[in-house]
C-alpha cells in the first residue's frame, strides 16, 4: 500500500539545554522521596531508589539523547525516519511518498517570565531543522505554551517569533491549505501548539478573570485554527502535586462546551492502564475455564466514565477531536485486547448514542521519541520498529487464549478493515487533524 504522508504526531527534539533545571528540581523536591530529593529532574522520572548504577548504565542510549546539541539530536531522529520513504514503515505494508513528523517544543518556563527562553528554544530547533533538510522529511513543529501567558502575550509569540534562529509567525491553517505554494509550509514552520497541564496550569481553572483569559487563548487557537496537542495520561513530568489530575479529560470537557471547535489531540489516549479502566476484564467462574479455555472474560459493558472512556465521548461528540496511540506499550496483550474492544464497540454502534464521529477517523499514532529508549536498546528503537509494534499488534484477530478477543469477522472484512486503520493513522486522519490539503493515494 502506498500513502502520500507518512505522519508521526507526536515526538521531542528537546535537549537538556531546554530545561530549567533549578524549577524543575526544587518543583519536584517539594514532594518527592528523600532519594528522589538528591536526583535531577530526569532521574526522578526514571530511576528507582535501587540498583542505581545498573539502571543509569541501561538508560544510557536515552539519557545521552538529551545531552547532545539541538542539530545533533535532529539528523539522529531524521535520518531514522527518511528510511520510512525507501522501505516502508512495517516491512512493506506501507510506502511513503513524503515522511511528516511534528516533534513537540516544550513550554517548561515560569509564565510569568519573558519569552527570550522558550523564543530561543522554538530558535534552535528551528534552526537545526532547516539545516538537515537534505533528509526530505517534511518537519512542522509545534510550540509548546503555557496558557497562564495570556492572549495578549500568545497572540504576540504567535505573530512576531522574531528572535534567534526563528523568523516568521505559526502557521494557521489557511496558510497550509497547500504547502506546495508560496504561502504554505515548510519544513521548520511551527504549525501548532502543545499544551501540557502537569506543568502546573489548569485548563479551565474556577478563578473568573483566570478562566475568562485562558478561554480567550483557547478561542485564540480555534479562530486560527491551530492543531493542539494537549497531554492525557495520569503520568508524566509534574511539575506540582497531583500534576496527572490536571490532564483528565473531565476538564477538556468544559473547555469543548465553550470553544466547541477546538482541534485537539488528546495525546496517549489514558495510556494503556487508562484502555484496561475501560474495557476491564474479570476472572471467569472457577465452574469451567469459558471459551477456548480462556480465564480472563470481558463482560461487554464498557466504563465510560474511565479516563479513556471520557476522551471516547468527546471523540465521538466534536468533529475536530483527535487521540494518539503515543507511548502506548504495545508488549501489553491485555491493553491490546482491550484496545480492540474499544474499536469494536465503536464499529458495532456501541457508541452512537455519544455522537457522530466515529474513534476509526480519530486515531493517530505517535513514536513519543526519544521516550521509547527508556524501556529499550538497539534496533528495537528505530522508528520504522516502533510503528512495527504499532502494526503488529493491531491484527485485528485474536492473538492470545487468555483473553476474551472481539469478533470483527461479523461486521467487516478484517483485512480491509486492518488495513483502513493502519492507513489513517500514519495518513488520512492526520492528514485532516494538521491540515495538510493533499490526499492519499
Not at 113 to 140: E, Y
Not at 142 to 167: C, H, K, M, Q, V
Not at 204 to 213: A, I, K, V
Request: aromatic fraction near 10%; include cysteine; charge should be negative.
Amino acid at each position: 500500500m502506498e500513502v502520500e504522508y507518512f505522519v508521526d504526531c507526536h515526538c521531542h527534539m528537546f535537549t537538556v539545554t531546554d530545561l530549567p533545571l533549578y524549577r524543575s528540581t526544587y518543583a519536584m523536591a517539594q514532594r518527592a522521596t528523600i532519594a528522589k530529593k538528591l536526583m535531577v529532574p530526569f532521574f526522578s522520572l526514571i530511576v528507582p531508589a535501587m540498583d542505581v548504577p545498573k539502571k543509569v548504565a541501561a538508560l544510557r542510549k536515552f539519557m545521552t539523547f538529551f545531552e547532545k546539541e539541538p542539530l545533533e539530536a535532529c539528523t539522529q531522529v531524521l535520518e531514522e525516519l527518511s528510511e520510512i520513504a525507501k522501505a516502508g514503515a512495517d516491512g512493506g505494508v506501507f510506502k511513503a511518498g513524503k515522511v511528516v513528523v511534528t516533534p513537540l517544543v516544550m513550554d517548561f518556563y515560569d509564565p510569568n517570565d519573558p519569552h527570550d527562553k522558550l523564543i530561543s528554544q522554538a530558535g534552535r530547533l528551528r534552526s537545526a531543522i532547516i539545516n538537515i533538510q537534505w533528509t526530505g522529511v517534511l518537519v512542522l513543529p509545534f510550540l509548546g505554551l503555557d496558557p497562564r501567558r495570556g492572549a495578549a502575550s500568545i497572540e504576540y509569540l504567535l505573530d512576531n517569533l522574531t528572535l534567534g534562529s526563528w523568523d516568521g509567525k505559526v502557521k494557521s491553517i489557511p496558510d497550509r491549505e497547500n504547502e506546495t505554494s508560496s504561502g504554505g509550509v515548510a519544513t521548520g514552520d511551527f504549525i501548532g501548539i502543545k499544551l501540557y497541564p502537569p506543568l502546573g496550569f489548569d485548563p479551565l481553572p474556577e478563578e473568573d478573570e483566570l478562566r475568562d483569559d485562558i478561554l480567550a487563548v483557547y478561542q485564540l487557537f480555534s479562530n486560527r485554527g491551530l492543531p493542539l496537542t494537549v497531554h492525557c495520561q495520569n503520568s508524566g513530568l509534574e511539575l506540582v502535586k497531583d500534576g496527572g489530575k490536571l490532564s483528565h479529560p473531565k476538564k477538556w470537557q468544559k473547555v469543548l462546551e465553550k470553544v466547541p471547535n477546538l482541534r485537539i489531540n488528546f495525546a496517549h489516549f489514558g495510556g494503556e492502564e487508562g484502555v484496561k479502566a475501560m474495557i476491564p476484564f474479570v476472572d471467569r467462574p472457577q465452574e469451567g475455564p469459558g471459551v477456548e479455555g480462556r480465564p480472563k472474560q470481558y463482560r461487554g459493558s464498557p466504563v465510560l466514565d474511565s479516563w479513556t472512556g471520557r476522551i471516547v465521548q468527546l471523540l465521538r461528540k466534536y468533529e475536530n477531536t483527535y487521540a494518539d496511540l503515543s507511548a502506548f506499550d504495545f508488549s501489553d496483550r491485555e491493553a491490546v485486547a482491550a484496545l480492540h474492544w474499544v474499536l469494536y464497540h465503536d464499529l458495532n454502534g456501541d457508541f452512537d448514542d455519544l455522537g457522530t464521529h466515529s474513534i476509526l477517523t480519530k486515531l493517530l499514532w505517535g513514536s513519543d521519541y526519544p521516550m521509547p529508549l527508556k524501556r529499550k536498546d538497539g534496533n528495537d528503537t528505530k522508528y520504522a520498529n516502533l510503528y512495527q509494534e504499532c502494526a503488529d499488534a493491531l491484527t485485528f484477530t485474536d492473538q492470545t487464549q487468555y483473553w476474551d478477543f472481539p469478533d470483527f469477522s461479523d461486521l467487516s472484512d478484517v483485512g480491509e478493515l486492518r488495513a483502513k486503520v493502519l492507513r489513517g493513522l500514519v495518513c488520512d486522519t492526520p492528514k485532516t487533524f494538521l491540515g495538510l490539503a493533499n490526499r492519499c493515494t
